[in-house]
Every structure is written in C-alpha cells, then in structure tokens.
C-alpha cells in the first residue's frame, strides 16, 4: 500500500493479468482521487471516488473506498503494456496530499 | 481546452543561481499549487494559493523558495540561491477551487538540474 511517507512501490505483471493497488489516507477526506503518471509528463486524474460511494468503474479501472479504514484501492482488469506508469492516490479537502505511489510495469 | 502550461520543460543551473519557474493555470481557477517532486520525497507542496492569496508555503521550503501570484492567470516559483539538492521535477497544478470533488489538474512540469 502507499501513503505520502512510504517509499515508492513497484510492481510488474504480465499482459492480461489483474492487479489492485492500495491506498490508506489519514485525515477526513470526501474524496480520493487517482491519478497516473507517465514519464515525463504531469500526473493526469484517471478516477476520483466519493465519499457516499463504495466503488466506482471506468473501463478497466475499478476504484474503492472503504472510510472506516480510510483506504482505496485502484484495481486494472487485463493490464496492458500501455497501463505501465505510476499510480498515486490524493486525499484532501482543498490541500491534496499525495501518496508515495505505486510503479507499474506491465510485461508483454 | 488549455491545461496548465508550464515553462520551461528542462532548466539547468549552477549552484547559487536564481531560476523563476513560471505556471499559467487554467482559465477560471482559483486554487494553484506548486509541488516538488523526487524518487524519494514523492510529491511535496510547496505552495498553495486561493484566489492569489497564498494560503500555505510549504514550512521547511519557506527559506530559498518563494512563489507568487501576482495575478488569476500566472504565478512564477522563485528558487534563489539553488542547490543540488533542488535538483528535481517542479510541478504545477490548479484547481476551480469550490469544492474537493474537482481534482487539480497538472502540468507537465519543470525539470531542474542544478549543478
């Protein structure tokens, strides 16, 4: 899992495989958002969840959240290669706080 | 749609140079932050405005960093004297600032070298 003091993660998959990625926060927030980074680039939001919802679906991203014990988690149904990037979560209500991140390299 | 620009792509330095950073947000925002980015750190705040209003300035960054305002459409980030330790991807984001459920939106970031 990832929050901001942790060290950044890695992860590699194979092509077609699932993987889950997960995210505790720890002050009060409505909503966590994900987002990805490619290299070089600026991160770009990919999936944000509300509070008054449990998860939330876009393609092949799912997204949880769970505020009993303040995590979510990022799930990709058949990784493809082009899914290889870093994954961060953000919590906040106006100052977002950004996990370490999670490092995905998914193998042909 | 513009994004947020930021410029320049790549800045290199000599230690105790003063570089400017410049963002321009997205049209209509009114929440800008600045963040600074390492393998190790991850992503750090610098420093966040709210309708130009500096509302944080990031604590242990306050010495030889300074970001300003000065008006709705662009804000620089001053790093005066640099150090190699500065060396790093400087990133930009805005957000419409009315509610959390608007994710700020990022640039694509400065990467600094100092020498």
């Known amino acids: 899992s990832q929050w901001g003091e942790e060290n950044l993660q890695a992860l590699s998959i194979q092509e077609g495989e699932d993987v889950t990625m997960n995210c505790s926060y720890k002050?009060?927030?409505?909503?966590v958002h994900w987002y990805r980074q490619d290299s070089g680039r600026g991160p770009a939001l990919i999936i944000l969840i509300r509070s008054n919802e449990r998860e939330k679906r876009s393609g092949r991203l799912r997204a949880t959240l769970d505020t009993s014990s303040q995590s979510s988690s990022l799930s990709i149904t058949a990784a493809q290669c082009e899914d290889t990037a870093v994954y961060f979560c953000a919590s906040g209500n106006y100052k977002y706080v950004f996990g370490a991140g999670t490092r995905l390299k998914v193998i042909a | 749609d513009a994004g947020v620009t930021q410029t320049p792509r790549h800045e290199v330095a000599e230690k105790g140079q003063t570089i400017i950073l410049k963002c321009e947000p997205v049209?209509?925002?009114?929440?800008l932050f600045w963040y600074r980015q390492t393998k190790i750190q991850g992503l750090e705040l610098l420093s966040y405005?709210?309708?130009?209003?500096?509302?944080?300035d990031g604590g242990a960054f306050k010495d030889r960093f300074k970001a300003e305002m000065l008006n709705s459409s662009f804000s620089t980030l001053k790093i005066q004297p640099t150090e190699p330790k500065d060396s790093a991807v400087y990133l930009c984001a805005s957000s419409p600032g009315q509610n959390n459920n608007q994710a700020p939106l990022f640039g694509e970031g400065t990467r600094l070298s100092v020498l």
């Open positions: 405005f709210r309708s130009k209003s500096l509302m944080e």
């Open positions: 002050t009060y927030t409505t909503v």
């Open positions: 049209s209509g925002h009114n929440d």
